[in-house]
């Protein structure tokens, strides 16, 4: 699904120039579940928004499924990631002002669909996380838990091949992260592609492959033992 070959990342300002990302190389087949790890300011986010599509590396070639996205177009961008990519985030990132089940269509927002389908996929991604009785409350009428949930919803309910965390359990305590891992490891069993960033790890554990990051790099990529 994805190749990254001799990705760097260089981030300047007038005085400084500081190197993100060196010479990663990295490979993720359909249906792996990858996890991230590293000490703060490795790289793992940098490397997470670069799968995303988020930034561009500085050099090196992004192939997504099997096509090189470095001459793409932000819309071009921007419709790849509509139809391919769910991120969820560790800071929940819902919007206050909407029901839970406005916030998960926001997921289907640029798609053309007949409202009669949109209901149909909230409903299905809110009771497939568990929360189709929260459908119309408000995010802070939620524990963290549930706002957790509610985020895999909205990142799920367009059915996109890859799924990005960002330290998915970061904010959670232990119980409610646990069922956050639950979700994630059953939506790869179901055949989603899962790369999650995380700092903990037992949690990482429970992912197909651990990716080890230090200083920008890659230093080891070991799969774990079935």
């Known amino acids: 699904m994805i190749t990254l070959a001799d990705i760097h990342r260089l981030f300047r300002s007038d005085e400084v120039e500081t190197t993100a990302l060196r010479a990663i190389e990295l490979q993720i087949d359909e249906g792996e579940f990858v996890a991230i790890m590293g000490p703060s300011g490795c790289g793992k986010s940098t490397l997470l928004n670069i799968l995303g599509m ?34 969820v985030f560790q800071s929940f990132n819902l919007i206050d002002e909407l029901t839970i089940a406005e916030n998960i ?28 009785h929260r ?11 549930q706002q957790q949930r509610a985020a895999i919803a909205r990142a ?13 359990t ?41 990716v080890n990051m230090l200083d920008g790099r890659i230093i080891v990529s070991a799969r774990r033992a079935a």
């Open 105 to 132: 269509e926001l997921g289907l927002v640029y798609r053309r669909w007949a409202g009669r389908e949109r209901k149909a996929r909230v409903e299905a991604a809110m009771d497939r996380v568990g929360i189709g």
């Open 54 to 87: 988020i930034d561009r590396p500085s050099s090196g070639r992004y192939l997504f499924k099997g096509e090189d996205i470095g001459a793409f177009d932000e819309a071009a961008l921007a419709r790849l990631r509509r139809d391919n990519l769910g991120f």
């Open 156 to 168: 799920i309910v367009g059915r996109p091949a890859l799924i990005l965390a960002d330290e998915p």
């Open 170 to 210: 970061g904010n959670l305590d232990s119980e409610n992260g646990e069922q956050v891992m639950d979700i994630l490891r059953s939506l790869n069993t179901e055949g989603a592609t899962i790369v999650m960033v995380t700092h903990s790890p037992a949690h990482a554990d429970l992912a197909k492959r651990v």
């Open 135 to 145: 459908a119309r409350h408000y995010p802070h009428q939620l524990s963290g838990g």
